[in-house]
Every structure is written in structure tokens, then in C-alpha cells.
């Protein structure tokens, strides 16, 4: 009776297991300006000529990388990324050779693109670049992107969409019509494509006075819900220097992660994580103090969840 009992024991365990075992990680990752950060140089390399070139370092690949495999995010949106090819290269070399980037190049100099593990999701159908998010098509706004994963043979398919909206206070009016472009492709993708399973992610600059009431109503009219809401109240995303004649660095959290509400069933609650200088939800580093994943990584800091993956509820 005794064997009896603990093999029953461990038979009620093994879905647990199971479940812990096809969770899947997916998140959103401006990794600065990628490769060349801080370093003007580099940049000229590339032809961007910024006004006042910055004079600091490129992005420290040891850093970055030992960060993401430390994290082992198996789909991660990616923006600000100058150079797509060495990103995947130094993936490869550093994480495995099933690790693969595909992006959408815009007018500018950065593009925004996915960072994924084939060896756990597979790409479906051809991913789609969606130009109108730019509003002007000569403009230098990022465009949108859409990919369709699945994991693995018979788990669960989902549409990412990763953004990279318009930057600063006064570009609320530029991301207002980036919103009410992005309303339109929220609701084209199910009618289109007969799936309404959507993870929309990446850095939405929601700066302005409104916060996150730049968002909310578009997310509200589609019944989306806003999975960074998880952290909103002691999370920052990123940090900047209100004042640069001041060494001081200030966190706001305008990196997000939004699912519609058949995700919901994928998604396990609460599981919002901030890789990074972020995962210690500090407000503010003066000095010495200032991590030096600052100079290191990024100004922005890796945001994910978490996802039951073995099945798909539709």
C-alpha cells in the first residue's frame, strides 16, 4: 500500500511538470542602438550622422549576451537595432545555432524584429511589415512587424507584433495616429489570418502627460489585456537623464506587453518579469551608483512573460 500511495503521489505531480516544462517566455528588448550604442564612431560606420555623435562605447557583447542567456526568453521583440545580421551572428556564437532573426527595415537606421529560438517555435506563413504605422511614408518612424510562431509541432500558434513608436512628450500627436493605425491592425489580423491569438509588445514612448492613457483606450475598445499593468505600479522599463547637466538616471516603464483576450488562456498571471538593471525597481541611480549595465547594454531593459505553450485553445 505504501508503494501504492507514492506512486500515486508522483503520477498527480507529472502534469505539473509537464506544464512547467512547455512554458514558453516572450518579451520585448530596446537593446540601444544595437551594436553601436554609445560609440559615434561606429555609427559613422554605418552612416548615421547624428548631430552630437556620442563619444562613448559600443554595445559590450559579453554583457548583452550573458544577460539573454541567463534569461532564456525563447521569443524576444527587438528595436533600436542598427545591425540585424550581427545580432544573429553573435546569437549563434553565443546562445546556439538555433537562435535566428528576422526584422523589418524601415527609412532610418534601426529596425525592429524578432529574436527567436527555432528549436522551440517554429515561424508560420511569411511575416508581415506594416509601413502605415509610419504615417508618412518618407518618414523615418519604424514601421510594425508581425511574425506568426507556433511551438513546436501541435502547441500553441500566436501573431507577435513588435513596435517601436515615436519617441518623446511632444510626439504624442505623431503616436496618437500610430495608435489608430495599429487599432486597424489589431482587428484585421483575426479576419485576415482566422486567429485571434495576438501578442503586441515593444517600446510604445508613452511619455507624454496622458501615461498610459495614451494607450489604454485603444487597448480597452479591442478587449486586449495590458500585461505590464502586472508591474505598473513599482516597474521601470528604462531610464533616462532628466537633466544632462546632471549625472543622475530616472526609470519610467513605457516597454509593454498587451495580449488579447484569448491569450489569456495561454498566459499565466502574474508572471511579468524586468531583466537587467530593472529587476531591482529602482527609481533613480545618481553617480556612482548607476549600474554598469547603463553604459554596458542598453538605457532599456528586457520586459517578458510567461506562456503555457503545450496546447492552443483555438
Known sequence: MKWLVLLLSALAVLPLYAQNDSLIQVGSF????????????LMKQYDIN????????????DALFSLLKELDIELLGVVEIVDPFVLEKEAQLRLGRQFK???????????????YDSSVLSLIGQPEIYASIMIDPDSWLRPAFRACFKYKDSGFDFHAIIVHLKAAPGGW???????????????????????QDIILMG??????????????????????????????????????????GVNRIEGSLIDHIFI???????????????????????LEYSDDEIPAYYELISDHCPVFGSFRAAADND
Do not use: H
Not at 547624428?50 to 557583447?61: D, F, I, S
Not at 496622458?210 to 499593468?229: C, G, H, K, Q, Y
Open 30 to 41: 530596446n537593446i540601444e542602438w544595437f551594436p553601436c550604442k554609445d560609440d559615434g564612431e
Open 203 to 244: 517600446d510604445f514612448n508613452n511619455v507624454s502627460k496622458l501615461r498610459v492613457d495614451e494607450f489604454m483606450p485603444v487597448i480597452d475598445s479591442l478587449n486586449f489585456f495590458w500585461a505590464t499593468s502586472e508591474i505598473a505600479d513599482s516597474g521601470f522599463s528604462n531610464y533616462w537623464q532628466p537633466d544632462y
Open 101 to 115: 532573426v528576422i526584422y523589418a527595415p524601415g527609412n532610418g537606421s534601426q529596425s525592429v524584429g524578432f529574436l
Open 173 to 195: 500627436n505623431l503616436r496618437k495616429q500610430q495608435w489608430e493605425v495599429l487599432s486597424g491592425i489589431l482587428k484585421e489580423i483575426p479576419e485576415k489570418y482566422g486567429d
Open 260 to 282: 488579447s483576450n484569448s491569450v489569456r488562456e495561454e498566459y499565466v498571471p502574474e508572471s511579468i518579469i524586468l531583466g537587467g538593471m530593472c529587476s531591482e525597481g529602482k
Open 50 to 61: 547624428l548631430r552630437v555623435p556620442p563619444t562613448g562605447k559600443a554595445t559590450n557583447m
